[in-house]
């Protein structure tokens, strides 16, 4: 069974520019989160999509928004974007919402903003 | 707020050496707890989890209790390997909730020849 796939691997933006990343979940997982990692603040939680809606969001400012498919894949957006935000970027699928579901992460998405 | 708190590291140890990695958390009700592990250039790997009081969670030799008294859940391994080299988080996930991740700063661990 494929793991999680996220697209692209690397990317590099200039300031103010916006970003898609997408990221492909296990055959039959339902919902995605994604979170961001950095080195000084850590795995941060961002947001939670289940079934096309969104569950749960993170303390994160408007600028970073996401979406999900009928087919379960899911975008994250980020506009104007600002040298905070580059980070690895890691989505994780499960096969539903809740407390004891195991989270199953995809390699992640390296943003560098210049 | 919850939060994790795990020891800093980075932790250095000789192959075969025993592994403590310390973590406690703050939460209300009954969280339930995991280890991921994440090697270099990858994403997160779960190690293993443990989802009330007492559980036990084991996976690849490594070992974790969650003790509800002490709001613990250390990781531990009786000898460690080269291949352990890794960052290691600890993380909760609030009873009652959607089941995002809150997780810890990370341990780097590094095993010699």
């Known amino acids: 069974k494929a793991g999680v796939t996220q697209t692209p691997r690397y990317l590099i933006k200039t300031r103010g520019q916006q970003v898609t990343l997408s990221c492909s979940p296990i055959s039959g997982h339902r919902s995605v989160s994604w979170y961001q990692q950095t080195p000084g603040q850590g795995l941060q939680f961002l947001f939670e999509y289940f079934s096309e809606t969104q569950r749960n969001k993170g303390n994160f400012p408007g600028r970073f928004s996401g979406r999900q498919f009928s087919n379960s894949r899911s975008e994250m957006n980020v506009s104007t974007l600002e040298l905070g935000d580059s980070a690895l970027y890691l989505c994780?699928?499960?096969?539903?919402?809740?407390?004891?579901?195991?989270?199953?992460f995809g390699a992640g998405t390296r943003l560098s903003v210049l | 707020g919850n939060s994790v708190t795990q020891m800093e590291g980075p932790v250095t140890l000789s192959e075969e050496a025993f592994l403590t990695i310390n973590c406690t958390y703050t939460a209300t009700g009954y969280p339930s707890l995991f280890w991921y592990v994440q090697y270099p250039g990858e994403g997160l790997q779960l190690l293993l989890k443990a989802t009330k009081a007492d559980d036990k969670g084991s996976n690849k030799g490594f070992e974790a209790t969650y003790r509800k008294e002490t709001t613990s859940f250390h990781l531990e391994k009786g000898s460690v390997q080269v291949s352990d080299s890794a960052v290691y988080f600890c993380a909760l996930s609030e009873e009652g909730s959607q089941g995002n991740l809150i997780f810890g700063k990370g341990t780097k661990l590094s095993v010699k020849p």
């Open positions: 994780a699928s499960s096969p539903r919402t809740g407390t004891k579901n195991i989270q199953y």
